[in-house]
């Protein structure tokens, strides 16, 4: 069964770094589309980044534009999101998504990941 497990979630200062990697498993997905989004209780779940399948194609919310870069490794069947410069409205569970109907962008990603808890302190 496919599946995508994300990893390096955890608790950080405000202005430090963290990497989250995510790995699939079952199936490969290297010609679709994947993405991060974040979700805060009580919030709907948001875009947060995407790369599409051959990475040429990046797109990232506003919020995190110059902060974030994502990343994949197609050979390795994982997507990785640097997060620089973290800040307290950062803090989310971040979930790894992939979109196997659209090569570009996560669309209606139909794959998700079991989440990853980011906490930046102030």
């Known amino acids: 069964q496919a599946q995508l497990v994300e990893s390096g979630g955890g608790l950080v200062q405000a202005g430090g770094s963290l990497r989250l990697s995510c790995a699939a498993s079952?199936?490969?997905?290297?010609?679709?589309?994947m993405g991060w989004f974040r979700q805060v209780p009580g919030k709907e779940r948001e875009f947060v980044a995407a790369?599409?399948?051959?990475?040429?194609?990046?797109f990232y919310t506003d919020s995190v534009k110059d902060r974030f870069v994502i990343s994949r490794d197609t050979a390795k069947n994982t997507v990785n999101l640097q997060m620089n410069s973290l800040k307290p409205e950062d803090t989310a569970v971040y979930y790894c998504?992939?979109?196997?109907?659209?090569?570009?962008?996560?669309?209606?990603?139909?794959?998700w990941g079991q989440g990853t808890q980011v906490t930046v302190s102030s």
């Open positions: 998504a992939a979109d196997t109907s659209n090569n570009r962008y996560t669309n209606r990603p139909d794959y």
């Open positions: 790369i599409s399948w051959n990475g040429a194609s990046i």
């Open positions: 079952g199936r490969t997905f290297s010609s679709a589309a």
